[in-house]
């Protein structure tokens, strides 16, 4: 399949785009059919310097079935060659990398109309209410169980004595 795709040419951190037309199998800055124009993303976008393209070749490739990548098409879009295309929906990009995540892992939070909000807020509150009083209730229980568990850990500590003492006396036959 023929793609119009960029073909990044350019130092490190100081990038060029070739606009090529190129079977979608062929690595991005590998092989290529044709070039077709230049994109220097540095520039502003007032220069004409930043896009140059020829035309008459796109729309012929265009007409021979290739297909541009998004970004291609945006700028075949500016240049007024073919339609630009219908902007994507990304919530989450005007949000910093960091802070997606953080977001990410919470639930989304719902708006509400501030006249609802306190009647809900007054339902949830009352089940709280009650729920600390069922939670007194079973600490009581877990009180009595630590001093069961004391009298448990007062044989066991007789039990290293006894160990003690076998040990003396295997000592003493030896």
């Given at each position: 399949?023929?793609?119009?795709?960029?073909?990044?040419?350019?130092?490190?951190?100081?990038?060029?785009?070739?606009?090529?037309?190129?079977?979608?199998?062929?690595?991005?800055d590998g092989r290529f059919i044709e070039k077709v124009?230049?994109?220097?993303?540095?520039l502003p976008k007032e220069k004409k310097e930043r896009?140059?393209?020829?035309?008459?070749?796109?729309?012929?490739?265009?007409?021979?079935?290739?297909?541009?990548?998004?970004?291609?098409?945006?700028?075949?879009?500016?240049?007024?060659?073919?339609?630009?295309?219908?902007?994507?929906?990304?919530?989450?990009?005007?949000?910093?990398?960091?802070?997606?995540?953080?977001?990410?892992?919470?639930?989304?939070?719902?708006?509400?109309?501030?006249?609802?909000?306190?009647?809900?807020?007054?339902?949830?509150?009352?089940?709280?209410?009650?729920?600390?009083?069922?939670?007194?209730?079973?600490?009581?229980?877990?009180?009595?169980?630590?001093?069961?568990?004391?009298?448990?850990?007062?044989?066991?500590?007789?039990?290293?004595?006894?160990?003690?003492?076998?040990?003396?006396?295997?000592?003493?036959?030896?």
């Open positions: 399949m023929l793609k119009i795709r960029l073909s990044m040419i350019g130092a490190k951190k100081r990038p060029i785009y070739k606009i090529v037309i190129a079977d979608s199998r062929f690595p991005r124009g230049l994109f220097n993303p540095l896009i140059k393209i020829e035309a008459e070749r796109i729309k012929h490739w265009l007409s021979k079935g290739a297909k541009p990548t998004l970004r291609v098409s945006r700028i075949l879009g500016e240049a007024q060659i073919m339609p630009m295309p219908k902007p994507g929906n990304n919530p989450q990009k005007a949000i910093p990398k960091k802070d997606r995540k953080k977001e990410g892992k919470e639930e989304p939070k719902k708006e509400i109309p501030k006249g609802e909000a306190p009647k809900q807020e007054a339902k949830k509150e009352e089940p709280k209410k009650e729920a600390p009083k069922q939670e007194a209730k079973k600490e009581e229980p877990k009180k009595e169980a630590p001093k069961q568990e004391a009298k448990k850990e007062e044989p066991k500590k007789e039990a290293p004595k006894q160990e003690a003492k076998k040990e003396e006396k295997k000592e003493e036959k030896k």
